[in-house]
């Protein structure tokens, strides 16, 4: 496919991670997941998330706290806004079994053995992600995520994404545990730990989580790290596209392109 950015470029494909955090005495916590060899980013610990899927739209009517209005104004795109919140937490179920939602006493869900069962027909395409939250009663709490970056993929890759970035806390009733197939590990760490780990060789990260974990590193609470996105939003998100720039006597290195506009 191509586009308007030049011959044989790849047309990026809409896509949201939900970096995932939670509160500990020593300091907040990132949930990471290490992806299976052969995906994008294979063998390598990023942030959960992945593509918007087709259907999207049939799992809006079972979500609160976001209109699609603001989600448009927020994440400055004309329509459909609300596919990368409903996405970002789709895939977070798939992948972590960490659920967004909300039970009819507006609690957070109670990710019990069914619900642990039902996981894996929504992450096989068997059981479609509107029906599982119809079935057990669900609300998808879309103001949980706060967004506060925009990544998209160099334009010499093969395949590329559009990726918004967002920010949630851990339901604290919740366990993350990965699910065998896409990902085949989970750590919780510390941003500052999971730096440090990939300097000693012990944990290969992206560049784009790579980046994310610096900017969250000196954060020292949850809410600390809530406010960063909601500033972050109130300057207004930068779309960064890495270009690849050949240094002297260097590998290949990507260097940030960044823009102000929003879309």
Known sequence: MTNSQGAGTAIPRPSATIV????????????LVKRRAGDAFGNSYAFPGGVIDHNEADAIPYSAGVSD?????VLGVESNGLDYYCAGIRELFEETG????????????E????????RTDVDRG????SEFLKQRELTMAFDSLHYFAY???????????????FLAESPPQQ?????????IDSRWMSAGDAIEENRAGALEIPYPTMKTLKRLRDLETVA????????QQRAGIQKIRPDHVVLADQVSKPAANRNRKRR
């Open 20 to 31: 995932v955090v939670r509160e500990t005495d020593a300091a907040p916590e990132v949930l």
């Open 98 to 109: 960490i659920l967004l939602a909300l039970d009819k006493q507006a609690q957070w869900a």
């Open 151 to 165: 990544w998209v993929t160099p334009l010499v890759r093969p395949k590329r994404w559009t990726t918004r970035f």
């Open 224 to 231: 600390a790290m809530k406010d960063f996105a909601h500033s």
């Open 69 to 73: 209005a603001e989600a448009n104004v």
């Open 175 to 183: 366990t993350a545990c990965h699910d065998g197939v896409e990902t």
């Open 126 to 129: 068997v059981l479609p992600w």
């Open 111 to 118: 990710c019990d053995v069914e619900v642990a069962r039902l």
